[in-house]
């Protein structure tokens, strides 16, 4: 299977947005629960948003009001507008999906199986 492909990263300025992009096959297959995990140098990874085959979204504390997960089925894209940015999200961004019992933010860093390459974000105070 072809596996996810990020976008859209870069260096912005605390305070500023970016819009993640993921290309993924697999919203073809409504079954999936779908997200974003990222990971800073050093620290594990860290859950950051997921989406559920209903359209339900979940977020980790620090995204919550900051950042925004959606899907475009007939571009098979997933996506992450992320704004009011701040130095600690930075870190490389993963989106990634597999199947779980329940789809919430948490699970997202779990599937390996399927997982792009990442894209990195970097926010300078």
């Known amino acids: 299977q072809v596996q996810p492909v990020e976008s859209g990263g870069g260096s912005v300025q605390a305070g500023g947005s970016l819009r993640l992009s993921c290309t993924i096959s697999l919203l073809t297959h409504k079954r999936y629960c779908m997200g974003w995990f990222r990971q800073a140098p050093g620290k594990e990874r860290e859950g950051v948003a997921g989406l559920d085959n209903d359209a339900l979204t979940s977020y980790s504390e620090s995204a919550m009001g900051r950042f925004t997960i959606s899907k475009d089925t007939a571009k098979n894209a997933l996506y992450l507008q992320m704004n009011n940015l701040r130095p600690e999200d930075t870190g490389t961004y993963y989106c990634?999906?597999?199947?779980?019992?329940?789809?919430?933010?948490?699970?997202?860093?779990?599937?390996?199986?399927?997982r792009g390459q990442g894209t990195q974000v970097t926010v300078s105070s």
């Open positions: 990634a999906a597999g199947d779980a019992l329940f789809c919430i933010f948490s699970v997202v860093p779990t599937f390996d199986d399927y």
